[in-house]
Nanobody, 128 residues
Framework: EVQLVESGGGLVQAGGSLRLSCTASGLSFGDYAIGWFRQAPGKEREGISDINNSGGHTYRYYVDSVKGRFTISSENARSTVYLHMNGLKTEGTAVYYC???????????????????WGKGTLVVVSS
């Protein structure tokens, strides 16, 4: 059974930083892309970043709204992906979900359709 466990959420002031972690089990970590979605209150779910090792290269995707502020990285030995979030804004208040999808699928398909496994989410609250 695939499990994705998020941690690192919490309360932070606008302009502050948090690091989210996602530890995966039950899958071959090197064969999967790992991504992050968020869902703010009353809004649709949004794919914000993913990291994919495909064809010997590492690809990183960021939605425009987080480019330059968020960084995604992986620690393969720990089957863990991190999302470093700097310059947090109040609109970043959301539940953040870790997701996983097969590398080949993620390389060719939008995140919304390619991510097959989901964690339970971790809440990030950004106060003004």
């Amino acid at each position: 059974e695939v499990q994705l466990v998020e941690s690192g959420g919490g309360l932070v002031q606008a302009g502050g930083s948090l690091r989210l972690s996602c530890t995966a089990s039950g899958l071959s970590f090197g064969d999967y892309a790992i991504g992050w979605f968020r869902q703010a209150p009353g809004k649709e779910r949004e794919g914000i970043s993913d990291i994919n090792n495909s064809g010997g290269h590492t690809y990183r995707y960021y939605v425009d709204s987080v480019k330059g502020r968020f960084t995604i990285s992986s620690e393969n030995a720990r089957s863990t992906v991190y999302l470093h979030m700097n310059g947090l804004k109040t609109e970043g208040t959301a539940v953040y979900y870790c997701t996983a999808g097969p590398s080949a699928l993620v390389a060719e398909t939008p995140m919304d359709y390619a991510m097959l496994h989901w964690g339970k989410g971790t809440l990030v609250v950004v106060s003004s």
